[in-house]
Structures are given as structure tokens and as C-alpha cells.
């Protein structure tokens, strides 16, 4: 019989069967914990799933581009309601020309996003991209802008504003304010991007309305591409060659804040030597009302991240969606104007 076999084993030591006994309850502990914290992390960004590890509804997102206080507003709404809502958003900022926000658009279209939005820059010239979407299953949304098309099945909805009605609006307003005059009440007028939706749409209801009474005169009208910079730099080129203007019409306020710079530079005085009727109302021109510069600002909102997704939403679960839908917005005078401006959100 071996010395090894004969020999009783060893018992262990207490302290050291308390200590494998804890080392294992740390152990299973460490490895639910684990457990617990792996089931409830979320997925990386961009790894194109939800908490749960389902695939992300993919947004592609065209923007026109960063003109303007406005512009600034709608973006970061679209971008905040996709966050909110939980899609993938690809978004693109197509600087205000056409060519990029087409090749944005076949970029979404070949990336097999779920929906496609975009704000066109122009009218027209869309329908040769829009039915490569078409036939690619992907179904369009229209933001903030339209587009002229004989073909709307191209689009399945467009979200924002009636800007024929915001140019309506403002031009009543002139025609109240000068109920009671009798002289000549001589234009001046910023056009917004020229081809775009808001520039010819604000005009039409503008000047369709005002330009009837033969009291108001349209003397001087040229494009501020929706920008400040530019607005100071066509209301200097203005007030050079017309020293008679009574109003400013101007079809955003980022134009509207330049002329005023125009206006003090020229020595003049917006709001008493030259009144000023505009569009938007960003924080910006809120303050020029209460501080007498500007006389009028019909609203164009454009926070509707939020109604975009759930149209984006329904058009991927084949839902149907109304062709038209409208954003809500209003008409602030400079009596208003004070108690309004906490209320802005850009």
C-alpha cells in the first residue's frame, strides 16, 4: 500500500474556506451585475439600433441651407424632434443651391433611407430626382417650402406655412395703418431668394393686395437672398436711389435687421422715417419692435420638428397622411411685442 494512499488528507484551513466561499458570492454578484448593466445599455450612437436592438427608423434630411436666425430655429428643431422620436437622422445642409440638395437626395436614395425630407431652395426642377425616390419605394416629405410640379404624387405631404397668406397679412396691416392717409405711400420691398416659395408666394399676397389702392406705389424691389448682410447691402443701394421711401416691406426679418442698420446709417430713423412691415419673428426683431424700429411681424414658424417626425413616422408605417398641413403663427404689432419676446424660442 502506498505512503501516499494511506496518508488521510489534510483538512483545509477555515480561513481559507471563508475566503473561496466570499470570492464566489463576489464573483456571481459581479457577473449579474454585469448582466443587469449589459441588458439595459443603450446602443452606441450611430450604430443604427434602439435600446432594445431593433433597426432605427433612418430620416434623410436636406436642409436649404443657414441664411437666417429662422433657418437656424428650424433645423435644430428637425433635429432635436428626430433625437426625441428616436430615428437616425441623416441630415445634409445644402448651402442654398439646388445641385447640392439634389445629390443629397440620391445620397438618401442610395443609402435605402425609410423617408426623405428636404426644404427645396426653388421651386422647380425637382421631379427628375423625386421619381428616382418614387421608384425606390421612399416616400418625400416637403418642408417649410413647396415645389411646382404637375406630378404631386411625387411628394406624399408638405408641412409649413401659407406664405401667400403671411404676404396678405402683412400688406392688410399697411392698408390699416394708412386708413385715414390721403398721399402717395411710396414701397420699398426685399424679396427673398429669387425662385424660392416664400419670395414669390409673399409677394403675391403682398402686392396683390396692396398694390390695388392706387395710393401705394412700388418703387424699388430686388432680392436680399433672405440674409442680413445682403438686406443692408440692397436697402443702402435703395435709399440712394429713392429719397422718398415711406415703408419697408421685407420678406424675412434677418433682411429687416439689415436695412435697419441701412436706414441709421443713412441717418434716417426706422420706424419714423421709414416703417417697417416684415416676416418670421425671430427674437431679433422682436427686440427692433420694442424698441420702436419695427412696426409689424407676421410670424412663420419654424418649429415643427415635432409634426415632421410624426409624419415621418406614419408615412413608414404606410399610414396615411394629409396632403396639406399648416403651422400655426400669428400677427404681432409693436404694442404686442414686449410681452411676446420672453415667449421666442429663436
Known amino acids: 500500500m502506498s505512503l501516499t494512499a494511506s496518508t488521510p488528507a489534510r483538512p483545509r484551513h477555515p480561513r481559507l474556506r471563508t475566503r473561496s466561499a466570499a470570492a464566489a458570492v463576489l464573483a456571481a454578484a459581479l457577473c449579474l451585475s454585469l448582466a443587469a448593466c449589459g441588458a439595459g445599455k443603450k446602443a452606441p450612437a450611430g450604430s443604427g439600433t434602439d435600446a432594445n436592438g431593433a433597426k432605427k427608423l433612418v430620416f434623410g434630411f436636406s436642409q436649404v441651407g443657414s441664411e437666417s436666425g429662422w433657418r437656424a430655429a428650424n433645423t435644430k428643431s428637425i433635429q432635436d424632434a428626430a433625437k426625441t422620436a428616436g430615428f437616425e437622422l441623416k441630415f445634409s445642409d445644402a448651402q442654398q443651391k439646388q445641385e447640392n440638395q439634389i445629390a443629397a437626395i440620391r445620397t438618401f436614395i442610395q443609402q435605402k433611407v425609410d423617408v426623405i425630407g428636404f426644404s427645396p431652395v426653388v421651386v422647380t426642377g425637382w421631379d427628375t430626382v423625386l421619381k428616382e425616390a418614387k421608384a425606390a419605394g421612399i416616400p418625400v416629405i416637403l418642408t417649410d417650402r413647396a415645389i411646382d410640379t404637375q406630378d ?16 396678405t397679412a402683412a400688406g392688410q396691416w399697411l392698408l390699416d395703418a394708412e386708413k385715414s392717409g390721403t398721399g402717395t405711400v411710396n ?11 416664400p419670395a414669390i408666394d409673399r409677394k403675391k399676397g403682398f ?41 419697408l416691406f421685407a420678406h424675412n426679418d434677418d433682411m429687416a435687421m439689415g436695412a435697419i442698420q441701412a436706414i441709421e446709417e443713412a441717418g434716417l430713423k426706422p420706424g419714423k422715417d421709414i416703417r417697417i412691415v416684415s416676416i418670421d419673428g425671430v427674437k431679433d426683431a422682436f427686440q427692433a419692435m420694442v424698441d420702436g424700429k419695427i412696426e409689424v411681424v407676421v410670424e412663420c414658424n419654424p418649429l415643427i420638428g ?37 415667449n421666442r424660442q429663436y
Open 207 to 247: 402686392e396683390g393686395l396692396v398694390l390695388k389702392d392706387p395710393r401705394f406705389k412700388l418703387v424699388a424691389d430686388q432680392t436680399g437672398d433672405f440674409t442680413r448682410a445682403k438686406g443692408k447691402e440692397v436697402m443702402t443701394a435703395f435709399l440712394k436711389a429713392h429719397k422718398n421711401i415711406n415703408v
Open 152 to 167: 404631386t404624387s411625387l411628394y406624399k405631404t408638405f408641412i409649413g406655412s401659407d406664405f401667400v397668406k403671411e404676404g
Open 187 to 197: 414701397i420699398a420691398e426685399l424679396e427673398g431668394t429669387t425662385g424660392s416659395a
Open 306 to 342: 415635432p409634426q415632421v417626425m410624426d409624419l415621418v413616422r406614419k408615412l413608414k408605417d404606410k399610414a396615411e397622411v394629409p396632403a396639406r398641413v399648416e403651422s400655426k403663427e400669428g400677427v404681432f404689432t409693436k404694442d404686442k411685442a414686449a410681452a411676446e419676446l420672453p
